[in-house]
C-alpha cells in the first residue's frame, strides 16, 4: 500500500466504524445505505470533526458569509464579479492532507476548436499487465470556484485503491465563461479520453464520469449528452452531492428543513451553513452567474430531463446537505427510469466532505465506495 497512515487527522478505526456499522433503511421506495459517524449514534449529530471545521466560521461572521453570498445574485454585473471572488477565496483552499505517494501525475493541454482545456493525467507508478478503467473526475465549485489542486488528492486516492487510471479537466468558469462553456469543456475532454486513453494506459470502453456539486451535475449532463448523441462512452457514473434541479433549488431547501434531525446544540451551526451553502447556488444566483436564460433545460437541470438510457449510478451525500431533497427525488426518477441506482447516505455530515481526505474518515470511506462501483461495473 502506498498510503501514508502518519498523515492521517483520523485513526483507521474511525474508517473502519464507518464500513463496520452502516445499515440500510428504506425511503419512499428508495433503499439507502445509511453512514455512521464513527464516534456515535446520537440523533441529530455532526460529525465532530466536520462540526469544528465549520462552526468558528459561522458562529464568528453571524450570518455575514450568508448575507454576502446572497447578494452574489444581484443583478449588476461588477457585484457577480466580486461575488465570485469572494466565493473563490471561501472554496479553493486545499483541505486535504497528502496520504497518498504511489501516483504518477502530469499536465497536458488538449484543444478542440479554438479552445485549450487544461488536464490532469494520475496513473500508478506500478503499472499492471493490461488497460486500466478511466475514472474520469470533474471538480466542484459552484460553477465559479474550484480547481484541480481541490481534488488532487482525491484523484490518487481512487488509482491507488482501484489500479485505475484518472483523468479531471481545469474547465472553464463562470461568471466569466457562461453557459454552456464549462460544459463544453467537460464534454470535449470526455471525447478526448475517450479518443486517447489507450495513450496513458487507460481502457476507452471503460469510463467511470464524476464529479462533486456543480461537478457531479457536469459529470451527469456529459453523461446525457453522451447518452443523447448515441456515442456510449459513460458506462458508469459516480456523483457526490451533486445539483440537479437548478429550477426549484429555494423550493427543494424549504423542504430539506423539514426532513433534518437536528439536536439543539448542532442548530445553529446547522442552520447557518445550510443557508450560507442553499443561498450559494438557488435562483437567482445560480441563473446570473450561469448566463441561462432558461434553468429548466436537462443540460442545466438534468433531474428534470429523460433520464431513461443513463449508466449505472451512485450518489453519495451528506444528511444535512442542502441538495438532499432534490438527490434524493433525483435517484428516484433515475430508478423508475430503468437505471441502476446506489444511494449512500452519510450521517452527520453537509456539503463539500469529500474533498478532504486524510482530514475525514467519511472522505476515504466514499472514495473507496466510488472505486467499488466502479470496478464492480467495469471489470
Known amino acids: 500500500m502506498g498510503e501514508n497512515m502518519e498523515n492521517r487527522k483520523y485513526t483507521i478505526e474511525a474508517l ?13 421506495d428508495l433503499d439507502i445505505l445509511v453512514k455512521p459517524i464513527p464516534e456515535t449514534d446520537e440523533a441529530g449529530a455532526m460529525d465532530p470533526r466536520f462540526y469544528e471545521s465549520v462552526a468558528p466560521m459561522m458562529k464568528g461572521f453571524k450570518g455575514a458569509l450568508v448575507k454576502l453570498v446572497m447578494k452574489v445574485g444581484s443583478k449588476s454585473g461588477g ?42 493525467i494520475y496513473t500508478p507508478k506500478e503499472k499492471k499487465e493490461g488497460l486500466a478503467p ?51 469543456d467537460c464534454y470535449n475532454v470526455l471525447k478526448w479520453i475517450y479518443t486517447h486513453a489507450e495513450e496513458f494506459g487507460g481502457d476507452h470502453e471503460k ?45 427543494n431547501m424549504k423542504k430539506n428543513k423539514e426532513i433534518y434531525e437536528i439536536s ?3 442548530s445553529t451551526v446547522l442552520n447557518g451553513m445550510l443557508d450560507m451553502m442553499g443561498s450559494s447556488l438557488s435562483k437567482p444566483t ?34 444535512y446537505d442542502f441538495l438532499r431533497v432534490e438527490d434524493d427525488i433525483f435517484a428516484g ?10 444511494l449512500i447516505r452519510y450521517k452527520g455530515l453537509s456539503h463539500g466532505f469529500a474533498d478532504q481526505v486524510g482530514v475525514m474518515p467519511q472522505a476515504e470511506d466514499a472514495l473507496q465506495e466510488i472505486g467499488s462501483f466502479m470496478m464492480e461495473h467495469l471489470s
Open 16 to 28: 473502519d466504524a464507518i464500513k463496520r456499522r452502516e445499515y440500510w433503511i428504506k425511503e419512499q
Open 79 to 120: 457585484n457577480i464579479q466580486k461575488g465570485a471572488k469572494q466565493m473563490r477565496r471561501m472554496m479553493n483552499g486545499i483541505k486535504s492532507v497528502p496520504i497518498i505517494d504511489t501516483v504518477n501525475v502530469r499536465e497536458e493541454t488538449i484543444r478542440y476548436d479554438s479552445v485549450s482545456v487544461s488536464i490532469r
Open 134 to 184: 478511466v475514472f474520469y473526475y470533474i471538480h466542484g465549485g459552484g460553477f465559479v470556484a474550484g480547481s484541480m489542486d481541490v481534488v488532487d488528492e482525491m484523484c490518487k486516492l481512487v488509482v491507488e485503491k482501484t489500479g485505475c487510471v484518472a483523468v479531471q479537466p481545469e474547465y472553464r468558469l463562470a461568471p466569466e465563461n457562461p453557459y454552456p462553456n464549462g460544459f463544453d
Open 207 to 251: 469510463i467511470c464520469i464524476s464529479g462533486d456539486s456543480a461537478g457531479g451535475n457536469l459529470a451527469t449532463v456529459c453523461a446525457m449528452k453522451d447518452r443523447d448523441e448515441g456515442t456510449h462512452m459513460v458506462k458508469v457514473q459516480a456523483l457526490l452531492y451533486p445539483t440537479v434541479d437548478a429550477a426549484h433549488m429555494e423550493e
Open 264 to 266: 439543539e446544540k448542532y
Open 286 to 319: 445560480l441563473g446570473e452567474y450561469l448566463g441561462v436564460p432558461d434553468d429548466t433545460i436537462p443540460y442545466v437541470s438534468p433531474s428534470l430531463g429523460n433520464l431513461k438510457g443513463m449508466p449505472p449510478t451512485l450518489i453519495l451525500l451528506g444528511e
Open 333 to 342: 426518477k433515475l430508478k423508475k427510469a430503468g437505471t441502476e441506482v446506489k
